[in-house]
């Protein structure tokens, strides 16, 4: 599955893999394909390094690249304390009834309580570049809006290519403007924050709208026959998210929640704001239906909501709530099945996707051309 992307990268295949864990990125890219790592959960510049660290000496000299998170709307000169100040209380009595109402336990003193809103702020996402520019990454992704000017710049200098996700043709020609060198076009049925046009409707519009820059198309990619059709749209590779979750290098850290993603079908996901404050698609939980229920307080704008649920996400996770237990993931968790590795995985796309050309291209009358 090569496409002039692939090639410029020196990647066997055009399949790009977005994966908090750095043993899933490293086998992608061991696989053949292009293994993004990330970084939104490291607030802490040494463990970034550490895992960095870890991808060069298991990745083969193949090459990787790294995924931060610059909103487009900045929560800059905000502290984490006076976003808390902005919660309402009626909010905060709504988590605490809610976990209540389950039994969730609390977290021992001293543990961490997960993810925190800084993983969000522009000046952390800057301290995780100082960190990944010390590393030979290929490229780097922005979710959530355009990389600013000097972070392309930067990247640029060092010969990295620099990548954004996009929901909406609008969204992708501001990225175009921006200067950079690759679109996702992320649609409606992906895991995390989507927007609300699907991928058959949104890739070809991001191609026409960004031409000639490459698009890689992401969102209820699992399949070869997928990969085939999102390059028939006109992207030059794929981009998967969710597929990675479920595989033998994933480190989720609770087997309910893997056994939950491997029952779970295609029409268990929602995309719901009650994770960060913005919609993104997770499993459809009790959690996420207290959260859209009309007759609840309903979600806070992000950053707000993020910081308001973050220890009771991770009361939730550690405790296995089962209930209330969830993980952003797309659609195509309907086929996460069975836990295999990263490379059956792989392979099985790249097979998949022979399969699916020859299917057309004998169908269109085309054998043996
Ligand atoms: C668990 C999870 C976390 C994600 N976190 C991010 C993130 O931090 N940054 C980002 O650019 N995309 C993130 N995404 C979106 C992926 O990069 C990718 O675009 C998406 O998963 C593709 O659709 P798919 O889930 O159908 O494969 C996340 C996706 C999942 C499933």
Redesign the pocket.
């Known amino acids: 599955m090569q496409t002039e992307l692939s090639t410029q990268l020196g990647v066997e295949h055009a399949v790009f893999g977005?994966t908090?864990f750095p043993a899933v990125a490293a086998a992608i890219s061991r696989a053949g394909g292009f293994g993004?790592l990330?970084a939104?959960r490291y607030t802490a510049p040494d463990d970034l390094r550490r895992d960095l660290d870890w991808i060069e000496a298991h990745v083969d000299g193949k090459p990787y690249g790294l995924?931060v998170?610059m909103p487009a709307k900045k929560v800059e000169g905000v502290s984490e304390a006076d976003v808390e100040a902005m919660i309402p209380e009626g909010h905060r009595a709504f988590v605490r009834d809610t976990l209540a109402k389950y039994g969730v336990p609390g977290l021992a003193e001293g543990e961490a309580a997960g993810w925190r809103i800084t993983g969000w702020m522009e000046q952390v996402a800057r301290g995780q570049l100082d960190v990944a520019f010390d590393y030979p990454i290929r490229l780097l992704?922005?979710?959530l809006g355009s990389p600013p000017a000097d972070v392309v710049a930067r990247a640029h200098d060092r010969d990295v290519l620099v990548a954004a996700?996009a929901g909406s043709a609008r969204h992708a020609r501001k990225h175009k403007d921006a200067g950079i060198d690759v679109v996702?076009a992320?649609?409606y049925?992906?895991?995390?924050?989507t927007g609300e046009i699907a991928s058959m409707v949104l890739t070809p519009e991001v191609v026409e709208a960004v031409d000639p820059l490459p698009v890689l198309a992401?969102?209820?990619?699992?399949s070869g026959r997928q990969a085939a059709a999102a390059l028939a749209l006109g992207a030059q590779g794929v981009?998967?998210?969710?597929?990675w979750?479920t595989t033998s290098e994933a480190d989720l850290h609770s087997p309910a929640l893997t056994r939950k993603l491997l029952a779970a079908g295609s029409g268990d996901t929602v995309r719901s704001r009650a994770l960060t404050g913005k919609p993104a698609?997770q499993l459809r939980t009790e959690w996420t239906d207290a959260w859209d229920d009309p007759h609840g307080p309903g979600a806070l704008p992000m950053p707000l909501q993020g910081l308001l649920v973050a220890e009771a996400v991770s009361r939730i996770q550690k405790h296995e709530i089962d209930p209330l237990l969830g993980?952003?993931?797309?659609?195509?968790v309907g086929r996460m099945n069975d836990v295999r590795s990263v490379r059956a995985v792989f392979d099985d796309l790249t097979r998949g996707f022979e399969e699916a050309v020859d299917r057309v291209n004998r169908i269109a009358g085309r054998s043996g051309q």
């Open positions: 977005f908090p993004v990330g939104v995924d998170v992704a922005n979710a996700l996702v992320q649609g049925e992906a895991g995390g924050h992401a969102g209820g990619i699992g981009w998967l998210g969710s597929v979750l698609r993980t952003p993931v797309g659609q195509i």
